[in-house]
C-alpha cells in the first residue's frame, strides 16, 4: 500500500508528459516521490501497474490515475493551481489542451523519419508563432494567465518553452512578451530552479 502522505508519479527518466505534473508539487513545495524508469522496467514491472498502461501514471494511497492531463488537473486543483469556478477551471483547461497540443509538434522533427524532420521543422516555425499569439491574448496578469494568481498552464507554457530552448526553435517567443513574463517567472522560482538542476 501506498504512502498517503507522499504521492508518487511514475513516468521514465525524462521530462515528456510527467513534467508539468512534477512541477506542480516542486512550484508548491509540496512533497512527492518522482519515481522514474527505463524502457525495460516499464516493459517487466511498471506497465502492469499503470491503470491505463500507459505512463506517467500517478498513484495516492489506494487510488491510481492514468492520462497525463487527468493527473495534471488533479493535482493542481489539490495543491492550489487549479480554477477557482467552473469557468476558470474550463479557461485553464482549455489553455493546457492547447499547450499540450503544441508539444507534440515538436517531436516530427526531431526524432520523425530522417528524411521527414526538414520539412517538420519548417512546418513548426511557421504555424507555432500563430498558435503563441493567441494564447499571448489570454494571459490575463502581469506574469501569470490569471489574474494575480499562478495556475497549472503557466508550468504548461514554462515547459514548452524549455523543450523549444533544448532544440533550438525557441525563437518562436519572439513576438509574445507576454508569455516571456509568465514563463520568467515560473523559471526563476528558486524551487524549479533546483529541480531543474537535479534533472537537466
Not at 512534477?22 to 512533497?31: A, Q, S
Not at 493527473?71 to 474550463?90: C, M, Q, T, W
Not at 532544440?167 to 524551487?191: A, H, M, T, W, Y
Request: proline share 5%; hydrophobic share 35%.
Amino acid at each position: 500500500m501506498a504512502s498517503i502522505d507522499k504521492p508518487k508519479i511514475y513516468y521514465f527518466d525524462g521530462k515528456g508528459r510527467a513534467e508539468v505534473s512534477r512541477l506542480v508539487f516542486v512550484l508548491t513545495g509540496n512533497e512527492f516521490e518522482d519515481v522514474r524508469f527505463n524502457s525495460e522496467e516499464w516493459t517487466n514491472k511498471f506497465k502492469a501497474e499503470s491503470p491505463l498502461g500507459t505512463a506517467p501514471f500517478y498513484e495516492e494511497g489506494d487510488v491510481k490515475i492514468g492520462g497525463s492531463l487527468g493527473i495534471v488537473r488533479y493535482v493542481s486543483d489539490k495543491h492550489g493551481l487549479g480554477g477557482a469556478n467552473p469557468f476558470e477551471s474550463a479557461f485553464l483547461e482549455s489553455l493546457s489542451d492547447a499547450m499540450f497540443d503544441l508539444g507534440t509538434k515538436l517531436y516530427p522533427f526531431m526524432f520523425g523519419p530522417e528524411g521527414e524532420r526538414e520539412e517538420a521543422k519548417k512546418s513548426f516555425l511557421e504555424t507555432i508563432p500563430v498558435k503563441l499569439n493567441y494564447l499571448e491574448r489570454l494571459v490575463k496578469g502581469e506574469d501569470t494567465f490569471l489574474d494575480g494568481k499562478q495556475s497549472y498552464p503557466d508550468l504548461h507554457i514554462s515547459a514548452f518553452h524549455m523543450d523549444c530552448t533544448k532544440f533550438q526553435v525557441s525563437d518562436v517567443f519572439e513576438d509574445c512578451p507576454k508569455l516571456q513574463k509568465v514563463i520568467g517567472r515560473i523559471d526563476s522560482n528558486v524551487n524549479v530552479m533546483a529541480f531543474r538542476e537535479k534533472h537537466p
